[in-house]
């Protein structure tokens, strides 16, 4: 496959992905889950692979949500296929056998914020702001945030911040366990690199263990994940999805309530 939205670099084993959509602040369009999904099914080579980090362009967003204007249009059973994509998409990244690190450099939104918790480990710059601001949307999120939220600040912290739409700062993510460091612009990569390299210098097939053996204490692919996708797929066709979409893209505050 051609890329056209994700860079790649490697150097001594550790493999740098980059979103590169710099005008959308790094939206995750279709395209791009294409080129995610080919990339950790066949396009890195996981034999030779140390460790991913993933990132996104420029100082201002990691990935600052999906692309809103492709959810104009879509009815309950494609509603239920995009969220199943993206959850089987962010699943193969969260069951990598090598290690993934979301170097988080900006906003994390919505799919943004779906995609840093599916990475093994998180460390943000100290620019960056994390939410599931999809109920502004007259949504819900579809990449499997309301799952792995839970996981990493519990239900109470989740529970407010999937109802109110609000985002936190590094400072609170640190502080609710959703990343691990804190770094200036200048250092997150490094620093990415720093952990990656330490994890790197252990066996292989252990390390490919214990991500097995996390993961699966919080194996709820028949139940919670599922859900959400039937959840997600009846609010993209309502009355609520609409108006919330074409209030964003109009640039304008939604009118859910009349």
């Known amino acids: ?5 994700i860079l790649v670099e490697e150097q ?24 995610l999904s080919y990339l950790f099914t066949e396009g ?17 967003s990691f990935v600052a949500g999906a692309d809103i204007a492709e959810f104009q249009g879509l009815d309950k059973d494609q509603g239920f296929k ?3 994509n993206g959850q089987s998409i962010f699943a193969k990244i969260e069951n990598c056998k090598v290690p993934v ?11 943004g914020n779906e995609l840093a918790m599916s990475c093994h480990i998180r460390i943000a710059s100290d620019n960056a702001r994390f939410g599931q601001p ?14 792995r939220l839970i996981q990493y600040l519990g239900k109470g ?33 490094s620093t990415a690199k720093k952990i990656i390299g330490k994890i790197a210098a252990k066996g292989p097939s252990s390390v490919a263990g214990i991500i097995d053996m996390v993961n699966s204490y919080f194996d709820k692919s028949s139940n919670g994940f599922v859900k959400e996708c039937v959840t997600f797929s009846k609010a993209i066709e309502s009355d609520e999805s609409t108006e919330g979409v074409k209030a964003f893209l109009e640039k304008r505050k939604p009118e859910f309530r009349k």
């Open 44 to 60: 890195i080579d996981m034999s030779t692979t140390k460790g991913i980090i993933i990132t996104g362009s420029g100082e201002k």
């Open 157 to 189: 912290r989740s529970m407010e911040l999937l109802l109110t739409g609000d985002m936190i700062d590094a400072e609170k993510a640190l502080e609710y366990g959703l990343i691990t460091h804190i770094t200036t612009q200048e250092t997150l990569l």
């Open 134 to 147: 999809e109920i502004n949307l007259g949504l819900i999120p579809g990449y499997g945030g309301t799952q």
């Open 101 to 111: 690190l979301a170097a988080v450099n900006g906003f994390a939104l919505g799919g």
């Open 82 to 84: 995009f969220a199943q």
């Open 1 to 5: 496959m051609e890329l056209e939205h």
């Open 12 to 35: 001594e084993g550790i493999v740098l992905l980059t979103i590169n959509r710099p005008k959308s602040l790094n939206a995750l369009n279709l395209r791009v889950m294409e080129e």
